[in-house]
């Protein structure tokens, strides 16, 4: 467990592992087809902490998330979220798993058309049969500013506001790690802000935790640490970024 805090953090609670990697190897394909996605990563994501994934296109970013997430099955070494084990369970298991303890936030928002923003919002809760606390679906709706919009369907808001939707529904189930693979991509860079700005805030005020992927430094700044990737390795390391310091890395890296 790294205890380390850049000096500029403000005081949290102590450092506690959300969900982490222990020599984590991700091979694809087999014989001249082989591709090492991963290559023995160690990385711990603490709790109530934003963390920002970087590197160059192909460095293994979504790989190194889909594991810790349990999307993706690992090759070698372990992958945990707070103390289970993934590689230990059946798909049965792994499915309950990220029902009950993880939240994604994806690129491409993933909500049902035919619901309201409201039912898509609850909608994994409903599928886990559990029933959200009202005041805290009303406290998240309130937060991302979605109070008035409960009853719209997705063709009717803004990618803006369905990526909203999207965080709120990450949001609701508090789960114990919240996973957003490039939240931003689809947003101009108002609407991105926003986004980036809830994430920030559920981590400051409401104690989540958030592991992002992205390509943007800006995207990055929000983050309270940054790890950077090439090749499948973790090569730097920022904690409190800012968007000058995360390119600098970049440039070093020739990303
Ligand atoms: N399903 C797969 N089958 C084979 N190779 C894969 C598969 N998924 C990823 N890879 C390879 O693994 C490496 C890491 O891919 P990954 O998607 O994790 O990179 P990334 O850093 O997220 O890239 P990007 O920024 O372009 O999304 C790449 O070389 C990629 O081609």
Redo the contacts with the bound molecule.
């Keep these: 467990m790294s205890t380390q805090t850049a000096a500029s953090v403000p005081a949290r609670p102590p450092a506690v592992s959300a969900a982490g990697a222990t020599a984590l190897s991700?091979v694809?394909?087999e014989g001249e087809a082989q591709?090492v996605?991963?290559d023995s990563v160690s990385v711990e994501f603490e709790r109530a902490r934003f963390t920002a994934i970087m590197?160059?296109?192909?460095?293994?970013?979504?790989?190194?998330?889909?594991c810790v997430a349990g999307l993706d099955s690992v090759s070698a070494g372990s992958a945990r979220i707070g103390d289970i084990e993934l590689s230990a369970l059946n798909d049965r298991q792994l499915t309950r798993v990220r029902r009950e303890r993880v939240g994604f936030v994806f690129q491409a928002f993933n909500l049902l058309p035919t619901l309201t923003a409201l039912e898509n919002i609850t909608l994994p809760m409903a599928i886990a049969g559990r029933e959200p606390d009202r005041r805290w679906l009303d406290t998240v709706v309130a937060k991302v500013g979605l109070s008035e919009r409960l009853g719209h369907r997705p063709a009717q808001l803004s990618g803006g506001q369905q990526q909203r939707v999207a965080v709120a529904r990450a949001l609701v189930s508090s789960p114990e790690i919240i996973f957003a693979d490039?939240p931003t991509g689809n947003l101009d860079s108002r609407a991105g802000s926003e986004i980036l700005a809830f994430l920030r805030d559920s981590v400051r005020e409401l104690g989540q935790t958030v592991v992002m992927?992205t390509?943007d430094p800006v995207a990055a700044s929000y983050a309270d640490r940054v790890i950077f990737?090439a090749d499948?390795r973790i090569t730097d390391e920022l904690l409190a970024p800012t968007a000058e310091s995360v390119l600098d890395v970049m440039r070093r890296f020739g990303s």
């Design positions: 991700k694809y394909g591709v996605a991963l590197g160059p296109s192909g460095s293994g970013k979504s790989t190194l998330m889909h490039e992927v390509h990737l499948g």
